[in-house]
Nanobody, 121 residues
């Protein structure tokens, strides 16, 4: 069974940095686009960043451009989110997402368990 396992969240001061990781386990046929979402208290989940399978094309939420960097290591089936210059408004639970061809029948979206990022002011 394909699963996504996240790590790297924690408590950091404003202006600090964190690096999130999300590794795909199981036996995927192929891993397509991967991304990071976040959900803050009282708000809907929003897409923070995503990256195509070859790592060439990236998308960032406007509010994180210039501060966050998404990357992937396909040999390790892992996607990363480097978060610099963190602000209190970045506080949220961060969820990894991946579109994965996990069977002969097609691709599905999979979600990580979520990791808490708390930025103190």
């Amino acid at each position: 069974q394909v699963q996504l396992v996240e790590s790297g969240g924690g408590l950091v001061q404003a202006g600090g940095s964190l690096r999130l990781s999300c590794a795909v386990s199981g036996s995927p046929f192929s891993i397509n686009a991967m991304g990071w979402y976040r959900q803050a208290p009282g708000k809907q989940r929003e897409l923070v960043a995503d990256i195509t399978s070859d790592g060439v094309t990236k998308y960032y939420l406007d509010s994180v451009k210039g501060r966050f960097t998404i990357s992937r290591d396909n040999a390790k089936s892992t996607v990363f989110l480097q978060m610099n210059s963190l602000k209190s408004e970045d506080t949220a639970v961060y969820y990894c997402n991946a579109n994965i061809w996990d069977s002969p029948f097609g691709a599905k979206n999979f979600w990580g368990q979520g990791t808490q990022v708390t930025v103190s002011s």
